[in-house]
């Protein structure tokens, strides 16, 4: 199922290019939350030895200096685990933390 992490950040939509002012155009458009970030969410209660993975958002946010638009952007960050098979682990080489192959 898909999910969205809790939005902690003003409505991302319907402001006047530039500002950080909603709606103060001739349309009458109520500021909304239009730009979104869903992750796909395996059920809590699922087997361990079935799941593959488990996704955690860590963060969760617009960024309000971006100006250039009617829309603000929305970024977020996820903490993903692999619940691999013993055979795949083996295979795959160790990375120091924090490094990207």
């Given amino acids: 199922?898909?999910?969205?992490?809790r939005i902690a950040f003003g409505p991302?939509?319907?402001?006047?290019?530039?500002?950080?002012?909603?709606?103060?155009g001739g349309k009458a458009r109520v500021p909304s939350w239009t730009d979104r970030i869903l992750y796909?969410?395996?059920?809590?209660?699922?087997?361990?030895e079935v799941q593959t993975w488990?996704?955690?958002p860590r963060s969760y946010t617009w960024i309000p200096k971006l100006l250039i638009s009617d829309h603000l952007p929305v970024?977020?960050?996820?903490?993903?685990?692999?619940?691999?098979?013993?055979?795949?682990r083996a295979s795959v080489k160790q990375l120091p933390a924090g490094k990207v192959a």
Avoid: H, M
């Fill in 12 to 24: 991302t939509y319907k402001l006047d290019v530039g500002t950080l002012k909603y709606a103060s």
């Fill in 40 to 48: 796909w969410a395996v059920d809590e209660g699922a087997d361990s």
């Fill in 75 to 88: 970024v977020a960050q996820f903490e993903v685990a692999l619940n691999l098979p013993a055979a795949v």
């Fill in 54 to 56: 488990k996704i955690v």
């Fill in 1 to 5: 199922q898909f999910r969205e992490p």
